[in-house]
């Protein structure tokens, strides 16, 4: 071998050598440029600075971990770090890298049907939220991710244009679920992937954070993996009083977990958070909200004159296009009473002060009875507003648009024998929501309202007038535990005894004005399925009645104030005759 031909060998080797370095500082450059870019994308996605390489270093070694409260899809409430999100699929994306935590674990069950809803409202399929899985391995093919470092809010918005759907489905349950997460704070980001627009009342949403909140639109324009650095997926439903009739018809929830007392604290920091100044004006008014496209109070300058001379009050007509919402609420905050056609705007109602009367009207052929989430809102313990509803029962009275679109309550799509029925209708069945033709008919109508029945309807239900805005913020207390119970019983034959009980007061019962003290015993014989129950006013007592001897006999006991305000029951006390 010559001389040439090794040393040609050796320049080769030296100059691949050279080459493989250059190429992998180029990759390196591009690589660190590339990250530089990313992280310049952050920074302007938020103000919180993060190191690039060790979040994608964390990523890449620990993958995605999450952590869910609840055991039902409908209850949970789940926080991850490290969630991505594909814009090019529109999925979300849980890495499994060496650290990944996922509980529950639910294997396949978790498309049964969901992991959770992304809503307030229960169980809707078009609100579930799900994630597709991939090893971390996966992101060496993917473009790099783009992280946001906020801690984010992941929920949908359920109607964005609907002020009823706004509170009572995103606003209420945003701030709660705030509260019961200490890092949920104004320092979050609210994310929304349902893929509305802002809608018309966006402002609100703006005031639970500092930041802008996101929508799923805008999501593409920062990148094609976004990776959230620490999120919460999903909204509380303990705030939610009132159902759809998704599955059932309409009408309040089975079991309410909110009372006026929350519903008040998150009006009082709403009223903060809009800079308005609470507090009587030190003159009675009523607010009557005017309807300017459809559902129309036809003859509304006389209901107004009407209202002004039957109450004595100044009556200010609002709505929704003329006032901004700041003023509609610091007109409704200090009215002594409320007034509107049925419809989303009533939902204001829950600013009116402690003692105010909210009066809901509903169009010829609506029965106040099925449609009644105001009803529900103003009945809520401690809300302590007073409610009524009139309805149009003269059909002379209302003017009917048969031929509008379907949506705005027109029928002339539909079969002339149906039009007929739903004309000579004398009231909407009982419906599941959404497109029901009669009762979009019958709700769109504009309305002649009966001004003195509509007054006698109020003087029915408003019976005494409560000083507006006295009332305090009234806590249900419940009685503690009954304390040490004991029994003594004594032997009169061979088929008579007697079983003295007695027992002492709850101890919170010694801190509490309470009237009416009475309390609850329950009498089992051992082995038996049935027992006997008392509510006895005082703290002991001797049974006789349906006393064996030597019998064993289980007995529990507990007090109640106030006729319905239940306290816990004692230990199983144990009874020998």
């Known amino acids: 071998?010559?001389?040439?031909?090794?040393?040609?060998?050796?320049?080769?080797?030296?100059?691949?050598?050279?080459?493989?370095?250059?190429?992998?500082?180029?990759?390196?450059?591009?690589?660190?440029?590339?990250?530089?870019?990313?992280?310049?994308?952050?920074?302007?996605?938020?103000?919180?600075?993060?190191?690039?390489?060790?979040?994608?270093?964390?990523?890449?070694?620990?993958?995605?971990?999450?952590?869910?409260?609840?055991?039902?899809?409908?209850?949970?409430?789940?926080?991850?770090?490290?969630?991505?999100?594909?814009?090019?699929?529109?999925?979300?994306?849980?890495?499994?890298?060496?650290?990944?935590?996922?509980?529950?674990?639910?294997?396949?069950?978790?498309?049964?049907?969901?992991?959770?809803?992304?809503?307030s409202v229960e169980d809707h399929t078009a609100q579930y939220f799900n994630f597709v899985e991939l090893p971390v391995a996966a992101l060496k093919f993917m473009h790099k991710p783009v992280f946001v470092p906020d801690v984010a809010l992941i929920m949908n918005r359920f109607n964005p244009d609907n002020l009823m759907h706004i509170f009572h489905d995103d606003l209420l349950p945003i701030y709660y679920t705030m509260q019961q997460f200490p890092d949920l704070n104004e320092d979050s980001r609210l994310v929304f992937m349902e893929g509305w627009n802002e809608g018309l009342h966006f402002e609100l949403y703006k005031l639970f954070s500092n930041k802008q909140p996101l929508l799923k639109e805008q999501l593409k324009s920062l990148g094609s993996l976004l990776c959230f650095t620490k999120s919460y997926v999903g909204l509380s439903k303990m705030t939610t009083w009132y159902q759809y009739g998704f599955i059932q018809p309409q009408g309040p929830k089975a079991?309410?977990?909110?009372?006026?007392?929350?519903?008040?604290?998150?009006?009082?920091?709403?009223?903060?958070?809009?800079?308005?100044?609470?507090?009587?004006?030190?003159?009675?008014?009523?607010?009557?909200?005017?309807?300017?496209?459809?559902?129309?109070?036809?003859?509304?300058?006389?209901?107004?004159?009407?209202?002004?001379?039957?109450?004595?009050?100044?009556?200010?007509?609002?709505?929704?296009?003329?006032?901004?919402?700041?003023?509609?609420?610091?007109?409704?905050?200090?009215?002594?009473?409320?007034?509107?056609?049925?419809?989303?705007?009533?939902?204001?109602?829950?600013?009116?002060?402690?003692?105010?009367?909210?009066?809901?009207?509903?169009?010829?052929?609506?029965?106040?009875?099925?449609?009644?989430?105001?009803?529900?809102?103003?009945?809520?313990?401690?809300?302590?507003?007073?409610?009524?509803?009139?309805?149009?029962?003269?059909?002379?009275?209302?003017?009917?648009?048969?031929?509008?679109?379907?949506?705005?309550?027109?029928?002339?799509?539909?079969?002339?024998?149906?039009?007929?029925?739903?004309?000579?209708?004398?009231?909407?069945?009982?419906?599941?929501?959404?497109?029901?033709?009669?009762?979009?008919?019958?709700?769109?109508?504009?309305?002649?309202?009966?001004?003195?029945?509509?007054?006698?309807?109020?003087?029915?239900?408003?019976?005494?007038?409560p000083p507006l805005g006295k009332l305090k913020a009234r806590s249900i207390i419940h009685p503690g535990k009954v304390r040490e119970s004991m029994c003594q019983a004594s032997v009169q034959s061979a088929s008579e005894a007697k079983l003295s009980i007695s027992w002492q007061v709850p101890w919170n019962l010694k801190y509490l004005k309470v009237k009416d003290v009475k309390y609850e015993v329950w009498i089992q014989e051992q082995g038996e399925n049935t027992y006997m129950p008392y509510i006895l006013p005082h703290q002991n007592y001797t049974f006789v009645e349906n006393i064996k001897p030597f019998t064993t006999y289980l007995v529990w006991i507990r007090c109640i104030f106030n006729k319905n305000l239940l306290g816990p029951f004692a230990e199983t006390l144990t009874c020998n005759t």
């Open 1 to 119: 071998m010559s001389i040439a031909i090794i040393f040609n060998a050796l320049l080769v080797s030296i100059l691949a050598a050279v080459l493989w370095k250059y190429v992998k500082l180029w990759e390196h450059a591009t690589s660190l440029e590339e990250e530089l870019l990313l992280s310049q994308q952050t920074q302007e996605l938020s103000q919180v600075k993060i190191d690039y390489h060790a979040a994608l270093q964390a990523l890449t070694e620990n993958g995605t971990r999450m952590v869910c409260t609840g055991k039902m899809h409908t209850e949970r409430i789940c926080r991850f770090e490290s969630l991505c999100y594909t814009t090019e699929a529109e999925e979300f994306v849980f890495f499994h890298g060496n650290a990944s935590v996922l509980l529950p674990n639910l294997g396949s069950r978790r498309f049964q049907p969901a992991l959770l809803d992304l809503t």
């Open 255 to 465: 079991n309410i977990l909110v009372s006026g007392n929350e519903i008040r604290q998150f009006t009082q920091s709403l009223v903060e958070k809009l800079n308005i100044t609470a507090g009587s004006s030190g003159e009675e008014y009523i607010v009557l909200f005017s309807r300017t496209i459809n559902r129309l109070i036809l003859n509304e300058a006389e209901l107004i004159l009407g209202l002004a001379q039957e109450f004595q009050m100044r009556t200010v007509a609002v709505s929704l296009d003329d006032y901004s919402f700041g003023d509609l609420v610091r007109l409704i905050s200090r009215a002594s009473m409320l007034v509107s056609m049925h419809g989303s705007q009533l939902v204001m109602a829950l600013f009116l002060p402690r003692g105010g009367v909210v009066v809901e009207l509903f169009p010829y052929g609506v029965n106040p009875e099925h449609y009644t989430p105001y009803k529900t809102l103003a009945s809520l313990p401690s809300m302590d507003l007073q409610y009524v509803a009139w309805q149009n029962t003269k059909e002379e009275n209302t003017v009917t648009y048969p031929d509008r679109p379907w949506e705005q309550g027109g029928i002339a799509h539909l079969e002339k024998a149906e039009q007929e029925r739903i004309m000579k209708s004398k009231e909407v069945p009982r419906h599941l929501c959404c497109r029901n033709a009669e009762w979009l008919f019958r709700i769109y109508q504009d309305t002649l309202v009966d001004i003195p029945s509509m007054m006698t309807a109020i003087h029915q239900s408003v019976i005494s007038k």
